[in-house]
């Protein structure tokens, strides 16, 4: 752990944050601006008992805005994850920095960041950019298991591209979680309808791999006994895109509450505000 924050530190992918506060644009003394969409709090899309759950920030109103992907952890749901106190601390503060949520329902409880979730979730997020004026980028957030669908929809082969990643207590090694216990094995070979361990070409991790360097945020834990930080987050990390990524060594069991305080939320409301930062810049030139 200790070589690994130090190839952090070297490659100087710790980020300084910037400030979250959005101010909405003043309005020309002759009236208000005609809005571009009405504010949405939690509107439901997709399937029944597997639905999503959209919310648009009232900044939204006035200006187009960029959506966050949300995917959840095992054997949860969109509702259950709108309704954390814990989590609630961290869309409260993607909400204020100007940014639409996603709360994915990601195909089912436990479906292991599969192809056949996120086809689903490629659906929803097609009727999400229907409901407000979306700017054209689109980022993940990985919550535990949430982690392969964030990075699965970071591929090439996504319905959707994907800007930057975020993952939080992440699975990203799908055949280390498939050989970890018995009872992921059994969910993983029903979400990828596999009777033996997924193939390299499925693992999602791998094929990021493959691909350019991805814009990261990772906060993970080696005190985490459900999923190793070592395989999965640290792993991962090197393939963080430079100046932009950040990890975040984290203390404690999996998904402690310290993966909710208001610094966290600070964090990660900075890294989606730093890469929006740099496509106005590339826009802009």
Request: some cysteine; aromatic content about 8%.
């Amino acid at each position: 752990m200790n070589r690994f924050l130090c190839f952090v530190r070297r490659a100087g992918v710790v980020a300084l944050l910037l400030p979250l506060a959005w101010s909405p644009p003043a309005q020309a003394s002759s009236g208000a601006a005609a809005p571009l969409a009405q504010p949405v709090n939690w509107v439901a899309l997709g399937p029944a008992r597997r639905e999503s759950l959209l919310r648009i920030p009232s900044s939204c109103t006035y200006l187009p805005c960029p959506l966050i992907v949300v995917s959840h952890p095992r054997n949860q749901t969109a509702a259950r994850v709108r309704d954390s106190a814990s989590v609630r601390v961290l869309m409260d503060a993607l909400l204020a920095a100007h940014f639409a949520i996603l709360i994915s329902g990601d195909g089912g409880p436990s479906t292991w960041g599969s192809p056949k979730a996120l086809k689903e979730v490629g659906q929803v997020h097609a009727l999400a950019l229907k409901r407000f004026s979306w700017n054209g980028r689109t980022y993940a957030l990985g919550l535990s298991m949430g982690g392969l669908l964030s990075l699965r929809s970071a591929l090439p082969t996504s319905p959707y591209r994907v800007s930057g990643v975020a993952l939080i207590d992440p699975w990203t090694d799908l055949r280390g979680a498939w050989g970890s216990a018995v009872s992921r094995r059994n969910e993983i070979n029903a979400a990828y309808g596999t009777t033996t361990a997924p193939t390299a070409s499925l693992d999602p991790m791998l094929q990021v791999f493959k691909t350019s360097y991805l814009p990261l945020f990772v906060a993970a834990s080696t005190g985490d006994k459900t999923v190793p930080a070592v395989p999965n987050g640290e792993r991962l990390y090197p393939h963080a895109s430079l100046g932009v990524s950040e990890f975040v060594p984290l203390t404690g069991p999996h998904m402690g509450g310290n993966r909710f305080s208001s610094s966290m939320a600070q964090k990660l409301a900075g890294f989606y505000k730093r890469l929006e930062g740099q496509a106005g810049r590339t826009a802009g030139k």
